[in-house]
């Protein structure tokens, strides 16, 4: 088994530094989850979301993996979202569409942790921005009350493209958002801007669609140059630049040699010059110094 490494981020949960992914993978879901990991997959990304996420797919997976290979709950970390109604399908809604959105936020995670079948997840996100900013803020104060009650270790945002939508959640609540899981594209910029925010002020910024959306990273001369000099894949570098640039990316691969590939990237190190010169494929001046104490 490959060895998963950690952090510990600001609400004091260890969470791996690469995380599988499961949107979309349907009925396939609890044998992908049970194989990511065998091979060594400690993290498991998920969503309150039918059309795209399969919850009782992973909860079958986590029974699976007690049962036939000894891996407790509490050697996994786990996180879902609360999927605001505009995200589903109007026939796979896993709450009262015509509740307060305080309850459909209550609906939602009880509905996840029936299906999960577990007592609690480590990480409860937002999946995407809601507005007006009222609005917002009675979800979050709802996922502030799931948190309190030990049912989600800790809370976050996901699909939080805006700055300064950002700041003023993170300023206003009073249990600040410990993740952001963001897009990783050219479409944004990679968020440099709030890539730096998070590192400043103690939030973990997770990418998703990290190796879809950058296949132009991927098959650039720079990434295959570092592939050859240290002997792994472009996947494999793209990953380790990532992590040491203080970002947990998300992988969704089906293949067991892509999982193994995966997780086999912190026995090397990038040098500063090779952060840099894969940085300058983002459009990216500076590279984002990680949150200190976090060691890779």
Request: contains cysteine.
């Amino acid at each position: 088994m490959k060895d998963q490494k950690w952090l510990t981020t600001s609400a004091g949960v260890k969470m791996p530094w690469i995380i599988y992914g499961t949107a979309w993978k349907k009925e396939r879901t609890a044998d992908l989850v049970v194989k990511a990991v065998q091979a060594g997959f400690r993290g498991i990304d998920t969503a309150g979301q039918p059309k795209h996420y399969d919850e009782a797919g992973i909860g079958a997976a986590l029974l699976r993996l007690k049962k036939d290979y000894g891996i407790e709950r509490e050697e996994l970390y786990l996180q879902t979202k609360f999927t605001p109604l505009p995200g589903h399908d109007p026939e796979q809604v896993p709450y009262d569409k015509n509740a307060t959105v305080e309850v459909q936020v209550l609906q939602s995670f009880e509905t996840s942790m029936k299906k999960l079948q577990t007592e609690y997840v480590d990480t409860l996100l937002l999946h995407t921005m809601i507005e007006p900013y009222p609005l917002l803020m009675k979800v979050w104060e709802a996922m502030e009350s799931i948190q309190q009650s030990g049912r989600a270790r800790q809370i976050g945002i996901s699909n939080f493209y805006y700055i300064y939508m950002v700041k003023k959640l993170y300023a206003d609540a009073n249990i600040k958002p410990a993740v952001l899981q963001n897009r990783f594209y050219k479409d944004t910029g990679y968020d440099p801007e709030l890539r730096s925010w998070c590192s400043d002020n103690g939030v973990i910024y997770q990418s998703f669609w990290t190796l879809t959306a950058n296949r132009y990273i991927l098959f650039d001369n720079i990434v295959q140059t570092l592939a050859r000099k240290h002997n792994k894949t472009d996947a494999q570098i793209f990953f380790r630049y990532l992590n040491q640039s203080g970002i947990v990316p998300l992988t969704g691969t089906t293949s067991d040699q892509h999982m193994a590939e995966d997780l086999n990237v912190f026995d090397f190190k990038l040098s500063p010059g090779d952060l840099k010169n894969v940085s300058s494929l983002l459009s990216v001046k500076d590279i984002i110094t990680p949150q200190a104490g976090i060691i890779l």
